[in-house]
């Protein structure tokens, strides 16, 4: 891909390892976490056919086969546009595409389904919860039922737990269970065990013990201490876990643990711990206050819904991403997008997105307490959100009203299911109570955001900083060619502030205060369209019943100093930025499919000034930036994101300085 430089190729390789993940679950059935995964891409924002639940919520989904499975609180349901209501006790199967429902699958149980994996054999799921009894015999709070008749299979008998179970999930022949309980068979297993997949027996593989209840302050609110949800890799050498509880085995693992789980026994990594969940938030409603996790298809990181109430500093009410194989005693996630006070619940990771539903009226919110903030943008009750920056993407059909949350979600093959307490997907536009369905097909690709590399064209706005002119010279990293006039692009070069150039259009800062996009190729520029994400007609001006709130967003603080930015530069989700005057290189992350602007600001000056830099364009892991007072072209190395070592000169044959410089094929 000549002069490009392409973030991973990561479009093309998430389609290619999503294909894999699929075609290794169904072949080998070696990790299961509720169901299959996704094909990469965003699912369409138009709903499917799905039955009608009535009542209760939706905790639990998965796909057995060619059948959805989903379990909760509800004791009705409706096949899709049928006029009969039926009996659904807290469990029911539909047929995809159809929303019919499975008319000999209608088991009764006598408590709330919590979770829902395949089962070991054909046309089986293993249901667990708080029940005890099914069709009115005792089975416990784990069964296994057949997905055609909906009566037991006897193969498999749980050993007797003693407690809710929360969350399952399936490596091999380990299933890895959790929930609020102290035994398991009788011995002592605090929120966490193993069982055979195949007989239900207990497994000693799993002896970690979860211990003390997140909010140890001895006021406020207090809930039974275990484990809220539990997810394995696909490789099975890691569990994520989460919950009510401050130590496992004795080590301080505030409300997440990270099992290693490759060897002969289950143990809690030494090397994996963060303190990142150890606020107590607001302590008089919630105890623990995490909520939902979800780990990437290919095992590399997990995110982490959670509620609590806006807390500065914390995070509280937010979606985090975090690296499974990071190594440290205070590791920090790779990136937060908080709501600005509403829950974040259900959470799925899939090859294009991480896929969030809860309470939240806007995400981008990092100074928001129950108001939209700068740079908040609508997203009422779910949102699509970058894996790589964690900025919501342009995907957003909205959940209104809202209700508690999205609890669940399942991503197949054919697109993403969810389970809530609500009935309408948009603004009262599609009645799907309870369950929705958003198929792939519809749906599109992610906005790519490669970037330019060498060799390639610098483009210089406004030369020398003054007039709308536009010149372009080739460069190929170390020889500058000829600078020609470019004519007839339709830009006020004298008005731009910063430019760049990424997966086949411009971005361009103005000095009126608004971010512009123009495709651009071949010396062509297409017509300019003002990115306000902030103000999505869709809901602006749509109240929440939250308050006296609509769902209208806030233009980012940067948006009012554009006029006193010098350059900017994109590089790996980030948008770096010079302001003029000051000695802070700064950047906010960004997203090219919504075109959202970041809420929060890094600084990554990294001990250098750079009052007399001008940032230009990146290349490779180099950013290029220009002297204010010479003119001349340098560059310094970007590791981690930030510039380190001394920088070097690139050219100084000519005058680089403009408006807007940026780096295009």
Same mark, same amino acid.
């Given at each position: 891909?000549?002069?490009?430089?392409?973030?991973?190729?990561?479009?093309?390789?998430?389609?290619?390892?999503?294909?894999?993940? /699929?075609?290794?679950?169904?072949?080998?059935?070696?990790?299961?976490?509720?169901?299959?995964?996704?094909?990469?891409?965003?699912?369409?924002?138009?709903?499917?056919?799905?039955?009608?639940?009535?009542?209760?919520?939706?905790?639990?989904?998965?796909?057995?086969?060619?059948?959805?499975?989903?379990?909760?609180?509800?004791?009705?349901?409706?096949?899709?546009?049928?006029?009969?209501?039926?009996?659904?006790?807290?469990?029911?199967?539909?047929?995809?595409?159809?929303?019919?429902?499975?008319?000999?699958?209608?088991?009764?149980?006598?408590?709330?389904?919590?979770?829902?994996?395949?089962?070991?054999?054909?046309?089986?799921?293993?249901?667990?919860?708080?029940?005890?009894?099914?069709?009115?015999? @005792?089975?416990?709070?784990?069964?296994?039922?057949?997905?055609?008749?909906?009566?037991?299979?006897?193969?498999?008998?749980?050993?007797?737990?003693?407690?809710?179970?929360?969350?399952?999930?399936?490596?091999?022949?380990?299933?890895?269970?959790?929930?609020?309980?102290? +035994?398991?068979?009788?011995?002592?297993?605090?929120?966490?065990?193993?069982?055979?997949?195949?007989?239900?027996?207990?497994?000693?593989?799993?002896?970690?013990?979860?211990?003390?209840?997140?909010?140890?302050?001895?006021?406020?609110?207090?809930?039974?201490?275990?484990?809220?949800?539990?997810?394995?890799?696909?490789?099975?050498?890691?569990?994520?876990?989460?919950?009510?509880?401050?130590? /496992?085995?004795?080590?301080?693992?505030?409300?997440?643990?990270?099992?290693?789980?490759?060897?002969?026994?289950?143990?809690?990594?030494?090397?994996?711990?963060?303190?990142?969940?150890?606020?107590?938030?607001?302590?008089?409603?919630?105890?623990?206050?995490?909520?939902?996790? @979800?780990?990437?298809?290919?095992?590399?990181?997990?995110?982490?819904?959670?509620?609590?109430?806006?807390?500065?500093?914390?995070?509280?009410?937010?979606?985090?991403?975090? +690296?499974?194989?990071?190594?440290?005693?205070?590791?920090?996630?790779?990136?937060?997008?908080?709501?600005?006070?509403?829950?974040?619940?259900?959470?799925?990771?899939?090859?294009?997105?991480?896929?969030?539903?809860?309470?939240?009226?806007?995400?981008?919110?990092?100074?928001?307490?129950?108001?939209?903030?700068?740079?908040?943008?609508?997203?009422?009750?779910?949102?699509?959100?970058?894996?790589?920056?964690?900025?919501?993407?342009?995907?957003?059909?909205?959940?209104?009203?809202?209700?508690?949350?999205?609890?669940?979600?399942?991503?197949?093959?054919?697109?993403?299911?969810?389970?809530?307490?609500?009935?309408?997907?948009?603004?009262?536009?599609?009645?799907?109570?309870?369950?929705?369905?958003?198929?792939?097909?519809?749906?599109?690709?992610?906005?790519?955001?490669?970037?330019?590399?060498?060799?390639?064209?610098?483009?210089?706005?406004?030369?020398?900083?003054?007039?709308?002119?536009?010149?372009?010279?080739?460069?190929?990293?170390?020889?500058?060619?000829?600078?020609?006039?470019?004519?007839?692009?339709?830009?006020?070069?004298?008005?731009?502030?910063?430019?760049?150039?990424?997966?086949?259009?411009?971005?361009?800062?103005?000095?009126?205060?608004?971010?512009?996009?123009?495709?651009?190729?071949?010396?062509?520029?297409?017509?300019? /369209?003002?990115?306000?994400?902030?103000?999505?007609?869709?809901?602006?001006?749509?109240?929440?019943?939250?308050?006296?709130?609509?769902?209208?967003?806030?233009?980012? @603080?940067?948006?009012?100093?554009?006029?006193?930015?010098?350059?900017?530069?994109?590089?790996?989700?980030?948008?770096?930025?010079?302001?003029?005057?000051?000695?802070?290189?700064?950047?906010?992350?960004?997203?090219?499919?919504?075109?959202?602007?970041?809420?929060?600001?890094?600084?990554?000056?990294?001990?250098?000034?750079?009052?007399?830099?001008?940032?230009?364009?990146?290349?490779?892991?180099?950013?290029?930036?220009?002297?204010?007072?010479?003119?001349?072209?340098?560059?310094?190395?970007?590791?981690?994101?930030?510039?380190?070592?001394?920088?070097?000169? /690139?050219?100084?044959?000519?005058?680089?300085?403009?408006?807007?410089?940026?780096?295009?094929?």
């Amino acid at each position: 891909m000549g002069g490009l430089v392409a973030r991973g190729e990561r479009y093309v390789l998430r389609a290619v390892a999503a294909t894999l993940s /699929v075609v290794a679950l169904s072949v080998s059935g070696l990790s299961v976490a509720g169901g299959s995964a996704q094909a990469a891409g965003l699912v369409a924002p138009t709903p499917g056919k799905t039955p009608a639940v009535l009542d209760g919520g939706i905790y639990a989904l998965t796909q057995v086969g060619d059948t959805i499975v989903a379990g909760g609180s509800f004791t009705k349901a409706r096949s899709w546009n049928g006029d009969k209501t039926e009996t659904r006790t807290r469990l029911l199967a539909f047929k995809p595409g159809t929303g019919t429902l499975v008319g000999s699958f209608a088991p009764k149980l006598n408590g709330t389904v919590y979770a829902l994996v395949p089962g070991p054999v054909a046309h089986s799921v293993l249901a667990a919860g708080a029940f005890k009894k099914l069709n009115g015999k @005792s089975v416990g709070r784990l069964v296994l039922i057949n997905t055609l008749t909906g009566t037991r299979i006897n193969s498999f008998k749980a050993a007797s737990v003693n407690g809710r179970i929360s969350s399952l999930a399936v490596h091999g022949n380990r299933l890895y269970v959790g929930g609020n309980f102290t +035994e398991v068979g009788g011995v002592a297993h605090a929120g966490l065990a193993s069982l055979n997949f195949t007989t239900g027996a207990l497994d000693p593989f799993v002896g970690n013990q979860v211990a003390q209840r997140h909010n140890d302050t001895g006021s406020g609110a207090r809930g039974a201490v275990g484990v809220t949800e539990l997810e394995v890799t696909p490789a099975g050498d890691r569990v994520v876990a989460i919950g009510n509880f401050k130590k /496992v085995d004795g080590r301080r693992r505030d409300q997440v643990v990270v099992l290693n789980t490759g060897g002969s026994s289950s143990v809690v990594s030494p090397t994996w711990a963060t303190n990142a969940f150890s606020s107590y938030c607001h302590k008089r409603s919630f105890d623990s206050w995490v909520r939902d996790l @979800s780990i990437s298809p290919d095992g590399s990181y997990f995110v982490v819904g959670s509620s609590g109430g806006a807390s500065k500093g914390a995070l509280c009410d937010s979606a985090a991403r975090f +690296e499974t194989y990071a190594s440290g005693t205070k590791l920090g996630p790779t990136w937060v997008d908080y709501t600005g006070g509403d829950t974040v619940w259900g959470v799925q990771a899939t090859a294009d997105a991480v896929y969030v539903g809860g309470h939240m009226r806007w995400m981008n919110n990092i100074n928001g307490r129950d108001r939209a903030a700068q740079g908040a943008v609508p997203r009422p009750g779910i949102a699509a959100l970058d894996p790589e920056n964690g900025m919501p993407l342009a995907w957003n059909p909205g959940r209104h009203p809202r209700g508690e949350a999205v609890y669940t979600f399942l991503a197949t093959s054919a697109g993403l299911y969810l389970g809530s307490n609500t009935d309408w997907i948009g603004n009262f536009t599609y009645k799907r109570p309870r369950l929705a369905f958003f198929p792939l097909a519809g749906g599109r690709a992610v906005a790519g955001d490669y970037r330019a590399g060498l060799p390639g064209r610098i483009l210089i706005g406004s030369p020398g900083a003054s007039g709308d002119g536009l010149t372009s010279q080739s460069f190929d990293g170390t020889t500058v060619g000829a600078a020609t006039a470019v004519t007839d692009t339709g830009v006020p070069w004298g008005k731009t502030r910063g430019a760049f150039w990424i997966g086949g259009t411009l971005f361009y800062g103005r000095a009126n205060g608004w971010i512009y996009s123009r495709t651009y190729a071949n010396s062509t520029f297409g017509p300019a /369209v003002k990115l306000d994400p902030y103000h999505d007609p869709q809901w602006a001006g749509v109240r929440t019943g939250s308050g006296n709130t609509t769902y209208t967003g806030a233009n980012p @603080s940067l948006f009012a100093n554009l006029g006193s930015v010098s350059g900017m530069a994109y590089y790996r989700g980030r948008v770096y930025y010079t302001v003029a005057g000051s000695p802070v290189l700064r950047y906010r992350y960004f997203s090219a499919d919504s075109g959202t602007l970041g809420s929060q600001t890094f600084n990554a000056s990294n001990g250098i000034s750079w009052r007399k830099a001008q940032v230009a364009f990146t290349s490779g892991d180099y950013l290029y930036f220009v002297s204010r007072t010479t003119g001349k072209l340098r560059r310094i190395l970007l590791s981690a994101g930030l510039p380190t070592g001394p920088s070097t000169l /690139v050219d100084g044959s000519r005058d680089w300085r403009g408006r807007a410089l940026f780096l295009a094929p």
